[in-house]
């Protein structure tokens, strides 16, 4: 699959440019040496995020950068803020290349306005969001939602159930599907090697890239991606909240493949060992360049796993996942056509949160208040419910809530203005470009959207 010629191959690549190799943080690897903006860069996203943990989803860069911003004290928010407004005045002299100076700029506001809110005065929850985002967050309208649970109600009808509230016939429907502890790895390895060859044939991996699955329990996440660099994931899977077929698969296309992995791999590949833009060796939350990349992820399952294929796969899945139903091939059938059509039902309620989020903190509403709200509207159980009221509380949750549902609806309008043929190629450009929402956004609304349609 590659491994140690790529990289030597880059290696060869980046002295015959005349760039110099420096020692990458977590392995046996280099990369190049980053010019005086992405290092001043990525010294800053170092700083913010010993400040505010969490901030940082990954870092494989220059190995010596990071172990200088651990070895110093920690830097006051206000000087930060400063540093965030002094790199963004430079860029226009330093930097020539106008997607990588749309990039970074769009970046660096998300940076100064995170700074901001560390030194205590925070500006507005909606402006504060839209800073951090590239673009103004929305509310989702409540009929989406109720529609949502319209269809379920069709879907899942109270007789056969034996459930009269929507919400407890979605827990008695999932609960027949849930695979045994002790199966789940090998079906995952076996759906991970499925997707991971759709994605190739669609979209090209980079050589050598490699994701590994840890198998936990607890937590407010169904999986959580480590990128380690040198085309490497490490993917933690929740097995109290990803033990069904349809969640296994939303699960390892968001994360793996065409999801956070791909991309990972690719702009580590692309921008970092071909380009040398080594901004982009550290991944930060909350920040315009993490809406693209949740939004890739929320999108990718449609990409890899459109309705047409959705029902084959979860009946594969039925079968290696040891599903009593899998035994009687007509009821097996009948559950992966219905089991689609189900998640798609249920992936129209991932802008719940966010929309209670907006309510909290930009609403006034009451904490009680907006408790009541995601247990109408979540359709899960009280735990989930608790668990997503405490990540809206979180410095760092209140605004993540929102870059998914905001990320899905700004590349949905994307996709959507062309035609059918054009998705994967602008599926292929999130995945190897510096794109920012900002201009995406400029795009759909110059040209309106309503065009093929989602495929």
């Not at 079968?319 to 219905?338: F, S, T, V, Y």
């Not at 966010?354 to 359709?379: C, F, K, M, P, W």
């Not at 929402?437 to 093929?452: H, L, M």
Request: contains cysteine.
């Amino acid at each position: 699959m590659g491994g140690p010629g790529m990289s030597e191959h880059l290696d060869r690549r980046q002295m015959e440019l005349g760039h110099e190799r420096l020692p990458a943080d977590g392995g046996d690897r280099h990369v190049p040496a980053p010019d005086p903006i992405a290092r001043d860069y990525l010294l800053l996203a170092l700083r913010l995020g010993k400040v505010l943990p969490g901030l940082v989803a990954a870092y494989f860069g220059p190995a010596d950068l990071r172990a200088a911003v651990e070895a110093e004290a920690p830097h006051s928010a206000s000087r930060l803020r400063e540093d965030s407004s002094a790199l963004a005045a430079r860029l226009p002299r330093e930097v020539e290349a106008e997607d990588r100076l749309s990039w970074l700029q769009a970046q660096l506001v998300a940076l100064e306005a995170q700074a901001l809110m560390l030194t205590g005065d925070p500006l507005p929850y909606l402006d504060y969001a839209e800073c951090l985002l590239g673009i103004a967050p929305e509310r989702t309208p409540e009929a989406v939602f109720e529609s949502a649970e319209d269809d379920l109600a069709r879907l899942l009808p109270s007789g056969e159930m034996r459930k009269e509230d929507v919400r407890d016939r979605l827990a008695a429907w999932n609960a027949q599907f849930v695979i045994a502890p002790d199966r789940l790895p090998a079906v995952v390895e076996w759906l991970t090697a499925n997707l991971r060859d759709r994605a190739d044939r669609m979209l090209g991996l980079p050589a050598g890239e490699h994701v590994e699955f840890e198998y936990v329990s607890g937590g407010p996440w169904s999986a959580f991606n480590e990128y380690a660099g040198a085309f490497r994931s490490l993917i933690e899977v929740n097995t109290e909240q990803v033990s069904t077929p349809s969640a296994l698969i939303a699960m390892t296309a968001a994360e793996c493949y065409p999801g956070r992995h791909t991309e990972h791999a690719w702009k580590e590949r692309r921008l970092v060992g071909e380009m040398g833009r080594l901004e982009a060796s550290v991944s930060l939350l909350n920040t315009p360049e993490a809406l693209i990349g949740e939004g890739l992820a929320f999108m990718g399952e449609r990409m890899i796993a459109p309705d047409d294929t959705m029902p084959d796969l979860l009946l594969e899945l039925f079968e290696r996942g040891g599903l009593p139903i899998a035994a009687d091939q007509a009821a097996a059938r009948d559950a992966a056509d219905k089991g689609a059509r189900v998640s798609r039902a249920v992936s129209s309620l991932r802008a719940v949160t966010a929309n209670a989020a907006i309510q909290l903190h930009a609403e006034g509403a009451s904490r009680r208040d907006v408790t009541a709200y995601l247990r109408r509207y979540l359709l899960s159980s009280p735990d989930r419910t608790d668990r997503q009221m405490a990540l809206i509380e979180d410095p760092i949750g209140k605004v993540q809530v929102l870059v998914g549902p905001a990320g899905e609806r700004l590349l949905r309008r994307w996709f959507e203005l062309g035609p059918a043929t054009e998705q994967v190629y602008r599926f292929s450009r999130l995945l190897r470009e510096q794109l920012t929402p900002g201009a995406i956004a400029t795009e759909v609304t110059s040209t309106g959207f309503g065009g093929a349609g989602w495929q």
